[in-house]
């Protein structure tokens, strides 16, 4: 089963706090970046839901990384998850990429809702500068441009 994210309306910003990753899209549309983007329930960009598992012969790819996985920039169906959708007719991909984050947020998140999204194919976004977000807990330290208060968690291996 597929875990799905409270819709909560009214909330100026795309990206909400979280308990375990620090912050995560929440359902809806924003505008972001100075464009319309769009959230699933699971936490996914765009529009589509995703059934429970893929429709038979149809292959299931989910994508996880940071604003250039999520496509912070670009309007629905220009990140580049959506374009490898729109290669084939039997290949669903998800976008579960989350803009600021680090690669250990998204492997967190992978562990978590993997297994659930029954995805033949794992894609990780990995841009060698995003180090600093693997490494840091306050973002501030590493993006002195930020805006707010953004912290987020630290993995570690084991324990």
Same mark, same amino acid.
């Given at each position: ?14 990206? %909400?706090?979280?308990?375990?990753? $620090?912050?995560?899209?929440?359902? !809806?549309?924003?505008?972001? *970046?100075?464009?319309? @983007? ?26 996880? %990384?940071?604003?250039?996985?999520? $496509?912070?920039?670009?309007?629905? !169906?220009?990140?580049?998850? *959506?374009?490898?959708? @729109? ?26 809702? %993997? ?45």
């Amino acid at each position: 089963r597929i875990r799905r994210i409270e819709e909560k309306p009214g909330l100026p910003v795309r990206g %909400g706090f979280d308990p375990v990753y $620090g912050w995560i899209n929440r359902p !809806g549309t924003w505008l972001a *970046e100075g464009v319309e @983007q769009h959230i699933n329930s699971i936490g996914a960009r765009g529009r589509r839901e995703p059934e429970p598992e893929p429709e038979p012969g149809v292959l299931r790819g989910a994508c996880f %990384g940071e604003s250039y996985t999520f $496509g912070s920039e670009v309007l629905d !169906g220009e990140d580049w998850p *959506e374009q490898l959708h @729109q290669l084939a007719a039997r290949l669903e991909v998800l976008n579960l990429g989350n803009s600021g984050w680090g690669t250990d947020q998204a492997l967190m998140l992978w562990r978590e809702i %993997g297994a659930d999204l029954d995805a033949d194919v794992v894609f990780v976004g990995l841009l060698l500068e995003n180090i600093r977000r693997n490494v840091n807990l306050y973002r501030s330290f590493a993006y002195p441009d930020t805006t707010g208060l953004v912290v987020k968690p630290r993995y570690r291996f084991g324990s």
